[in-house]
């Protein structure tokens, strides 16, 4: 099975930017979805972003929108998280995930399955 390949994690001054991208898997069906989940220090792991394969619709949580940018490119079977404008309280472990037949909701716990270790995201104030 292939396992996702994530890079673009760092640390930044808030204000900054950062993109995440990730490779996924091509059985994934066209309800299915990718998604990136955060987990903080002490806190619960947290949805992100996700982006329906078929038809690229996306969902963002509330406290990422108009800021993080979710995308695919399917012909590199490779999404990405594009952050701008970067708070202390984005830092946080970032996943790359996966729903392979549907998309659940992003406030799902179990609907995900995380495949990476990780990329670790650090903004200072």
Not at 32 to 55: F, H, L, N, S, T
Not at 70 to 95: C, G, I
């Amino acid at each position: 099975q292939v396992q996702p390949v994530e890079s673009g994690g760092g640390s930044v001054q808030a204000g900054g930017s950062l993109k995440l991208s990730c490779t996924y898997p091509g059985n994934i069906r066209d309800n299915g979805c990718v998604a990136w989940v955060r987990q903080a220090p002490g806190k619960e792991r947290e949805g992100v972003a996700r982006i329906r394969i078929g038809d690229g619709a996306t969902v963002y949580a509330d406290s990422v929108k108009g800021r993080f940018t979710v995308s695919k490119d399917s012909a590199k079977l490779t999404f990405y998280l594009q952050m701008n404008s970067l708070k202390p309280e984005d830092t946080a472990m970032y996943y790359c995930a996966a729903a392979k037949v549907y998309c659940p909701a992003l406030t799902s716990k179990d609907g995900f399955a995380v495949w990476d270790q990780g990329t670790q995201v650090t903004v200072s104030s």
